[in-house]
Each structure stands twice: as structure tokens, then as C-alpha cells.
């Protein structure tokens, strides 16, 4: 199984954007040097989050590493041109010598949309188009494409014949469907034979089982082969050299940013308690000890039969020191302990095996 990290670069009083984008770098050469295999940075167009174009920190990164594979966590595919998506990602591809990914949503805040000039009722209508010219540029060099959505609303113009470069290094670039718990949304992923980024942030993971049942059943009916189509699971996560260590690190920011988020969303706020429950054995946040973190990992494993898990640590106002020491952890502890595992698992269900 496939581990990494992802991040929103959140911004805490007293670091400048400057030290963030340091700091930024240096967590991503550190998960290839711990031997993680994935990085992703998220898009967000407010000050408390640092990126708001993945693509430029994720070719810094590549820069700099060499190994690692380079994901936009997510694109916020609803408000940007699908052309310049692609022909960014596929530079970074060439860059990195084909380590590119897009991680497309639909966005979890809104403010894409009037600095763009979008219109929110058309969230999913644009998501929708824009997925599509996107995979349609992905797998053709010269595209003819229409929409249904007028200019007026923000519709793209029309193509015709047009040739999209430069083109990546893989073929084809891989285009993962980030979703958050919206049934239609996994529907659509699975009817075309996308992978899946399932964002767990709350409640219990058992609950988001029907959607991976619903996403599979789909993908199947669509033709696809379900069980090969990849699958991975993002949750908030922070390992410590024991419990108390990690929660004395991270509870307090996590609170903070989950609280600041939930005061604009209507959510109730949360305390010490709700934290102690999305971080016990079946909540949905993977922070703990080394062992606990694994715990947490494989036992959504045993749940969803994913292929990739990505962990979300640098949260609010975490230490980037104490960030640095949680990657370490993952890298050398956890993971070599989920992978361990997750091999024998498949040894076992294997036909070989029989």
C-alpha cells in the first residue's frame, strides 16, 4: 500500500509565507528521504492556507526530490480552465521525470468562485464539464469538446481540433476524483473508471463503507474493473513517540483550525472530548503513537481494501519542528509496519496462496 502526506500549508500567527514555503519544502524532501511514496498539496484561496497554485510549490518540490510522487490535494477543478490544468500538470510531469498526479474536487470552500468569476450555483454543472474536457484532453492530443453550460454562466468556449501541449511523460496522466462523502460524487468517479481520494475529517470511518460499496458498484456496471481501480483514504493524522506526546503537539491546533473552520460552517464547536473520540481506535482521526497510528491505518485497510492511505499532519499552528519529527515517525515506524502487514493480508486472500 501506497503511504504519503498531504497538506494545505496552513499559515500560524508569527510564521511569515516565506518561512511556510521553507518549511513547506523541507517536510516534502523529508518524506522522500523517509521513504514515503506520495506528497499533495491542496489549493485554497484564503489567508490561512498558503497555496494557492499546487503545481508551482509541487515543481519546487521536484526540484528537489527525486523519487516521490507529486499530487495537487485537490485542484479545484470547478473554477479553473482544464486546459491550463492539464498543460501545468504535465510540465511538472516532465519536470519530475513522471511523478505528476491531479487530485481534481469540486472544493471544500467557495472562495474560488467570485475571485474567478463563477457563479455557485453552477458548482456541480462546472465540476462536471470541466472533469470531462480534462479527460478528454488527457487522452487525445488534439480535442474536439463543447459544453452545455452558456458563456454568460461561465461556460468554456468550444473546442475544435485543438491541439493541447505540451503532453506529459505518462501515458496517461494520472487524474484522481478527490470527494469529501457526496454520493453522486462517487458515482461519478466510479461510472468513469477514475481513482478515488475519500477525505474521512469527522464521525466514524465505518460510515463511509456504503459510499466505497457505491463507487465500486458503479465502476462495475460502467465496465470497469472495480477492484483494480485504486482507491485512497485521507485523514487527519499525527504521530508522536508515545500518546500523550502526540496530543500534546497536535490536539490543540487541530481544535483551533476544526473550530475556526466550523464557526463559518454552523458546526458545533468541538473540545478535549470530541478530540479524544476521533482519535480512539474507531474515530476517524490517525493520531497517536506509532502503534496506534498503524492501528488506525490498517484498520481502515480492513475496511475499504485501499491502495494508498494519506495522512494530513501540518494542521493549524502544529510546530513545524513537531510536524518534521511526525513525518520521521510515519516514515520509519508506521509505514514499515502497514506495509508489512497489508502484504501479508494480500499473501493470504491471494489465489497463489491456496
Known amino acids: 500500500m501506497e503511504l504519503g502526506l498531504a497538506t494545505f500549508a496552513d499559515l500560524s500567527s508569527g510564521v511569515s509565507p516565506e518561512q511556510r514555503m521553507r518549511d513547506l519544502l523541507e517536510e516534502a524532501e523529508l518524506a522522500e528521504q523517509v521513504g514515503l511514496d506520495v506528497f499533495a498539496i ?164 465505518e460510515r463511509f463503507a456504503p459510499l466505497v460499496a457505491l463507487y465500486r458498484q458503479a465502476a462495475a456496471e460502467a465496465g470497469h474493473d472495480a477492484a483494480a481501480l485504486p482507491l485512497a483514504i485521507n485523514t487527519h493524522a499525527f504521530v508522536g513517540e508515545t500518546s500523550q506526546a502526540a496530543d500534546s503537539a497536535f490536539a490543540s491546533s487541530y481544535l483551533a483550525m476544526m473550530n475556526r473552520i466550523g464557526r463559518e460552517r454552523g458546526w458545533p464547536p468541538s473540545g478535549r472530548e470530541e478530540y479524544q473520540a476521533l482519535r480512539s481506535p474507531r474515530g476517524a482521526v490517525a493520531a497517536g503513537s506509532p502503534e496506534q497510528v498503524a492501528e488506525k491505518i490498517l484498520f481502515e485497510h480492513e475496511l475499504f481494501g485501499n491502495s494508498r492511505y494519506v495522512g494530513q499532519m501540518s494542521v493549524g499552528a502544529v510546530a513545524h519542528a513537531d510536524v518534521m519529527r511526525s513525518i520521521e515517525l510515519f516514515g520509519t515506524q508506521v509505514a514499515p509496519v502497514v506495509r508489512d502487514e497489508v502484504a501479508r493480508r494480500q499473501a493470504v486472500t491471494s489465489p497463489l496462496s491456496v
Do not use: K, N
Open 42 to 205: 491542496g489549493e485554497h484561496h484564503r489567508p490561512d492556507f498558503l497555496i494557492s497554485s499546487p503545481v508551482v510549490a509541487l515543481a519546487a518540490i521536484a526540484a528537489r526530490t527525486e523519487r516521490i510522487r507529486l499530487s495537487s490535494a485537490v485542484t479545484v477543478l470547478s473554477s479553473d480552465d482544464p486546459v491550463r490544468v492539464f498543460q501545468q500538470f504535465a510540465e511538472l510531469d516532465l519536470l519530475s521525470g513522471g511523478r505528476a498526479e491531479i487530485m481534481a474536487g469540486r472544493g471544500s470552500f467557495i472562495e474560488s468562485f467570485p475571485l474567478f468569476g463563477y457563479d455557485l450555483d453552477d458548482y456541480d454543472e462546472l465540476y462536471a464539464e470541466h472533469l470531462d474536457l480534462l479527460l478528454a484532453i488527457r487522452d487525445q492530443e488534439r480535442v474536439t469538446w463543447s459544453g452545455r453550460l452558456p458563456r454568460e454562466r461561465g461556460g468554456r468556449a468550444p473546442l475544435h481540433e485543438a491541439g493541447v501541449y505540451p503532453r506529459p511523460v505518462q501515458d496517461p496522466l494520472p487524474i484522481w476524483v478527490a470527494v469529501g462523502g457526496t454520493p453522486q460524487s462517487v458515482v461519478r468517479a466510479g461510472l468513469l473508471g477514475l481513482p478515488l481520494t475519500l477525505a474521512i475529517i469527522g464521525g466514524q470511518p
